[in-house]
């Protein structure tokens, strides 16, 4: 065993003796084990084409696929993100008709199924053909073909925004409770509105809570875009699978957009590490510390 010296109380050598962890010795080689034959019996296994991966890893519809299911999260996202703030607010309004209403907005889209919407909202011509806007009681107006209005693309974008929203609103809600109430307070004993109170005092110190779960919302974003496939959105799941029910490459084709699917969260992760970084809980701590003494100050002067 490796010994290390140590020094006792009257300058004698005392030899130290690691400690040997065997259970942990044990499950780790256990673990390496399994993944070791998982690999294995991937890579060697003669119905895999590993040359079709990396044909198909950069072909033109994945890449094309790639930008569509990055599109589709990041527009889905800044709409939940902008409806769920308003769902929040309106949640905690005092006017009961407005918080039951926001209350069972997220109550219904927290309830369903996303795909169930994504679905809904692509079939949305069977109850409205077609889509009018125009002034009451007048024949001034547009109208709108709902079939061409509501691509696969728009119904992804509506059906995965709306459920999104209905998420944030309970993060936001969330954030927006943790402001010190004192400071609340303190904006009413200044007169502010309630409306300035929540723009100018309280929405820029929750957001240093709520940014980082945002990070979190958009990687499960980008993972839940493989359901566009059933509205045919043209994302990554969705030319992929048009691939390989062309040419029966089925695993391989589902490895290529696990590739992709795996390296854009990496990298949506690491920005969120970030995020959070900046947006931690010594930065909240020192916005409630500092920075809303200077708020109420502007506001006031």
Partial sequence: ?????????????????????????????????????????????????????????????????????????????????????GMAILR???????????????????????????????????LFPELVLKIPFTMIGVKWDTN?????????????????????????????QAVDKGQTEAAYA?????????RVIVLPQALRIIIPPTGNEFISMLKTTSLVYVVAGHDLMTNASQIYKANNLIMELLIVASLWYMLMTAIATFLQSRLE?????????????????RLLSKAAA
């Avoid at 970084?277 to 003494?293: E, N, P, Q």
């Fill in 1 to 85: 065993m490796r010994t290390e010296p140590f020094t006792g109380p009257s300058g004698e050598r005392i030899p130290v003796v690691r400690t040997r962890h065997w259970g942990r010795l044990a499950a780790a080689a256990v673990a390496i084990a399994v993944a070791g034959w998982l690999v294995y019996v991937m890579v060697v296994n003669p119905r895999l084409h590993w040359d079709k991966v990396a044909e198909y890893l950069f072909n033109d519809r994945i890449l094309d696929g790639i930008w569509v299911t990055i599109e589709i999260s990041v527009l889905a996202t800044v709409l939940g993100l902008v409806l769920g703030v």
């Fill in 92 to 126: 905690l309004s005092h006017n009961p008709v407005l918080s039951g209403l926001a209350t069972l907005y997220i109550w219904f889209f927290r309830g369903t199924p996303v795909l169930v919407q994504l679905i809904f909202w692509y079939n949305l011509a069977f």
């Fill in 148 to 176: 061409e209005v509501m691509t696969g693309f728009t119904a992804a974008m509506l059906g995965l925004g709306l459920n999104l929203a209905a998420y944030f609103a309970e993060t936001v809600r969330a954030g927006i």
């Fill in 190 to 198: 200044l007169g502010m509105t309630p409306a300035k109170r929540m």
């Fill in 277 to 293: 970084r900046r947006f931690g809980a010594d930065a909240v701590r020192l916005v409630r510390g500092g920075r809303s003494v």
